[in-house]
Nanobody, 127 residues
Framework: QVQLVESGGGLVQAGSSLRLSCAVH????????IGWLRQAPGKEREFVAAVNWNGFDTFYSDSLAGRFFASRDTAKNTVYLQIDSLKPEDTAVYFC????????????????????WGQGTQVTVSS
């Protein structure tokens, strides 16, 4: 069993930066890649980024690459999502989730391959 708890969301101005955290707990923590996904109001949930079990490899959505940076601190059992140059269209609930063990990071775009989810953290960007 793996538990994930997101934090770091809030109300921010356009152009600013934000770092979201995902605290991961569980004995099998290091076997799972962790993905970040988001869901904007009235839209489907979409993949943002993923980081592998040791933090040495990352994978990003083609449409969002360049402003989003995923990282992992295995000593702190925490995964991060740095978001730069925030835009109002980045307003969404951001979720972290644990990918099915053994899958390549390219599978992180498939939401059905995640086995554990956090509750999400709201990010609201004002113009």
């Amino acid at each position: 069993q793996v538990q994930l708890v997101e934090s770091g969301g809030g109300l921010v101005q356009a152009g600013s930066s934000l770092r979201l955290s995902c605290a991961v707990h569980g004995r099998t923590y290091t076997t799972h890649a962790i993905g970040w996904l988001r869901q904007a109001p009235g839209k489907e949930r979409e993949f943002v980024a993923a980081v592998n079990w040791n933090g040495f490899d990352t994978f990003y959505s083609d449409s969002l690459a360049g402003r989003f940076f995923a990282s992992r601190d295995t000593a702190k059992n925490t995964v991060y999502l740095q978001i730069d140059s925030l835009k109002p269209e980045d307003t969404a609930v951001y979720f972290c989730a644990a990918l099915n063990p053994g899958l390549p990071l390219s599978m992180a775009t498939n939401q059905h391959e995640y086995v554990y989810w956090g509750q999400g953290t709201q990010v609201t960007v004002s113009s």
